[in-house]
Nanobody, 125 residues
Framework: QVQLVESGGGSVQAGGSLRLSCAAF????????MGWFRQAPGKEREGVAS????????YYADSVKGRFTISQDNAKNTLYLQMNSLKPEDSAMYYC??????????????????WGQGTQVTVSS
């Protein structure tokens, strides 16, 4: 069992930056992959970025490449998402998630076993 707690969301103007954090508590040793997802009202949950905890390999959605950076601090059991050059279309509830099983697609939310409660990001034009 693992508990994920996100923080760092807020309201910014277009072009601004935010850093999201996701603290993991509990049985974190066997986490294979961690990801950030987002969901806007009326839309499906979509993968934003992921990191494979063993080798640190990262993946990004095309819509955020070059603007967002996912990283992890293993000593603190914390996942981060640095978001720069934010756009109004980045507005959504952002969730972190943990996957304990290898294989599958990083951007598929059904691959993940545990989810945080979400943190709201609102970008105004």
């Amino acid at each position: 069992q693992v508990q994920l707690v996100e923080s760092g969301g807020g309201s910014v103007q277009a072009g601004g930056s935010l850093r999201l954090s996701c603290a993991a508590f509990g049985y974190t040793y066997s986490i294979y992959c961690m990801g950030w997802f987002r969901q806007a009202p009326g839309k499906e949950r979509e993968g934003v970025a992921s990191i494979y905890t063993g080798g640190g390999i990262t993946y990004y959605a095309d819509s955020v490449k070059g603007r967002f950076t996912i990283s992890q601090d293993n000593a603190k059991n914390t996942l981060y998402l640095q978001m720069n050059s934010l756009k109004p279309e980045d507005s959504a509830m952002y969730y972190c998630a943990a996957d304990y099983q290898s294989g599958g697609s990083w951007f598929n939310p059904y691959e993940y076993n545990y989810w945080g409660q979400g943190t709201q990001v609102t970008v105004s034009s």
